[in-house]
C-alpha cells in the first residue's frame, strides 16, 4: 500500500506501541510515586496487537519498537514479540525497558524473535541508581544487558536521561563501558510534561556542550538509518561503541520524525507532545474492519504538526512519560 507519508513529506517506517502504563520503577523525571491506577483500564490483548501490527506493516511500517509503562511487567511479552517477528513486512523488533526483569526474562524474548534493547540505566553509580529509580537493582541491569548480548542480540542501547547536578559528570563512565563493548549509550534531554514544571526547572541541561567536548575529542557524527530513532550518533576509531543524544529543544529536531505512537489501549498519538489522541480500538475487533482503520490511519497523517510546542511549555495530553512510552 506503499509508504505512510504526511504533509511534510516525512516518512513513517517506525511504529512505537506501548503495551502496558504499568512501571515498577519510581523514576524522579516520570513517576517519583510509582505507578497509580487510574480507572479500568484494559490493555491491548494478542488478538488485537495481531491486527494493529499487521495494518501497519501493510501501510510501509518496518520497526516496532515495544514500549510501556515497563513492557517486562506483561507476562505475555515473549507472545506479543513473537506475533510481531512474524508479521510479514516486519524486519526490527526492538523494546525499551528498565532492565529490571531482563536476568529472568531476556532468553524468552531472544528465542521470540527480539531483535533490538535499549535499556534504561541513568547512573552507573549505584547509590545514584538506587536513588533515580527507587531500587536497588544496578547489578541485574548490567547483568541482563551482558546476557543479551551472549544471546545473540546485536543493537542493545543504553538509554540515560541527563539531569544536572546528578549525571551530567557521569560521561567518562559510559564511554569507560564502550571502549571495549559495541553498546550504544544515549543521553536524553529531560523534556517538560504535564506534571513535572518544577523537576524540569532544576534539573534540565542542555546538551550541547556534550556534544562539543566530543567532538574536540575525535569523535565524529555518523549518519542516521531510515528506521532510526532520533539520536544524533557519534563514533570514535578508539572505541567500539558509540554515543548519542536525544535533544528534542534543538534545532528542527522534528524534521527528520519518522515514528508513530500507539497507546496501551489502542490510541494513535501522531506526536509525543501532541494533544491530539485518536482511538483506532474500535477498528481492531475483526479483520474486516482493518481496511478502515489504515484509512483513518493515512488520513490522520494529514494534519501532523510540523513540530512539537516543547518550547512553549506545551507538551500536549502526555502528563509523564509512563502514559505513551517516552
Known amino acids: ?20 502504563e504499568v512501571c515498577n520503577f519510581r523514576c524522579s523525571y516520570c513517576l517519583p ?13 494478542l488478538e488485537e496487537i495481531e491486527r494493529l501490527i499487521r495494518a501497519f506493516a501493510e501501510l510501509g ?47 524468552s524474548y531472544a528465542a521470540a524473535g ?15 541508581f538506587h536513588s533515580l529509580t527507587g531500587h536497588d537493582r544496578l547489578d541485574d541491569v548490567l547483568k541482563g544487558i551482558r546476557m543479551a548480548r551472549d544471546l545473540g542480540i546485536q543493537k542493545r542501547k543504553i538509554n540515560a536521561v ?25 543521553f536524553i ?48 576509531p578508539d572505541y567500539q561503541g558509540s554515543i548519542g543524544f536525544i535533544a528534542p529543544y534543538s534545532r528542527d529536531f522534528c524534521s527528520t520524525c519518522n515514528r508513530l505512537r ?9 506526536c509525543l507532545f501532541g494533544a491530539d489522541y485518536f482511538s483506532l480500538r474500535k477498528y481492531l475487533q475483526d479483520d474486516q474492519s482493518l481496511p478502515d482503520m489504515q484509512e483513518r490511519v493515512t488520513s490522520l497523517l494529514g494534519i501532523k504538526p510540523l513540530a512539537h510546542e516543547l518550547h ?13 512510552g517516552g
Not at 527480539?114 to 545514584?128: C, E, G, P, T, Y
Not at 534531554?189 to 575525535?218: C, K, S, V, W
Not at 500507539?262 to 501522531?270: D, N
Not at 512553549?312 to 505513551?324: C, D, F, H, P, Y
Open 162 to 186: 541527563l539531569l544536572k547536578g546528578v549525571n551530567d559528570l557521569e560521561l567518562e563512565n559510559y564511554l569507560s563501558l564502550i571502549r571495549s563493548s559495541d553498546l550504544s549509550v544515549r
Open 61 to 107: 511500517v518496518k520497526k516496532v519498537r515495544l514500549t510501556g509503562g515497563e513492557p517486562t511487567v506483561r507476562n505475555d511479552l515473549a507472545d506479543i514479540i513473537s506475533i510481531i517477528k512474524n508479521t510479514v513486512g516486519i524486519e526490527t523488533v526492538a523494546m525499551t525497558t528498565n532492565g529490571y526483569k531482563l536476568p529472568e526474562f531476556i532468553d
Open 189 to 236: 534531554e529531560l523534556m517538560r510534561t504535564g506534571d513535572n514544571q518544577d523537576y524540569f526547572n532544576q534539573y534540565h541541561l542542555d546538551p550541547a556542550a556534550h556534544i562539543a567536548d566530543l567532538r574536540q575529542n575525535g569523535w565524529q557524527e555518523v549518519p542516521r538509518e531510515m528506521t532510526d530513532g532520533p539520536a544524533r550518533c557519534f563514533a570514535h
Open 312 to 324: 512553549q511549555g506545551n507538551s500536549g495530553r502526555t502528563e509523564q512519560l509512563a502514559m505513551i
Open 1 to 20: 500500500m506503499g509508504m505512510l507519508r504526511d504533509n511534510y513529506n516525512r516518512t513513517f517506517p517506525y511504529l512505537r506501541l506501548s503495551v502496558t
Open 114 to 128: 527480539l531483535d533490538a534493547i535499549n535499556v534504561s540505566m541513568d547512573s552507573m553509580n549505584k547509590q545514584k
Open 262 to 270: 500507539v497507546s496501551a489501549t489502542g490510541g494513535l498519538q501522531l
Open 33 to 45: 510515586n510509582g505507578y497509580k491506577k487510574q480507572g479500568m483500564k484494559s490493555f491491548l490483548s
